[in-house]
């Protein structure tokens, strides 16, 4: 793959975490707690697919697209951030 493809596709996976990330906040406060934890539970599972199925096979030819110092997304508090990957 060239390189140049494989930083759109980073972006592009970045960004779309980045949206599921921002989108807790506000569904956190239009759902039950349970729903919601149902929800955010959904939201990990498909950044952790993002992460495993796309990144990681980038990062196999270009290790630079996927920073060292990852932490677990979207784990900790529902405050939208920005992705790491």
């Known amino acids: ?12 996976v970045n960004a779309h975490i980045d949206q599921l990330i921002a989108s807790l906040e506000p569904v956190e406060a239009e759902i039950s707690a349970e729903e919601f934890a149902g929800y955010k539970r959904g939201v990990v599972r498909v950044i952790n697919a993002y992460d495993v199925e796309i990144i990681d096979r980038v990062a196999r030819e270009y290790p630079d697209l996927k920073p060292s110092d990852e932490e677990p997304a979207a784990t900790g508090a529902a405050e939208p951030q920005t992705s790491r990957n």
């Open 1 to 12: 793959m060239e390189r140049k493809l494989a930083e759109q596709i980073v972006a592009l």
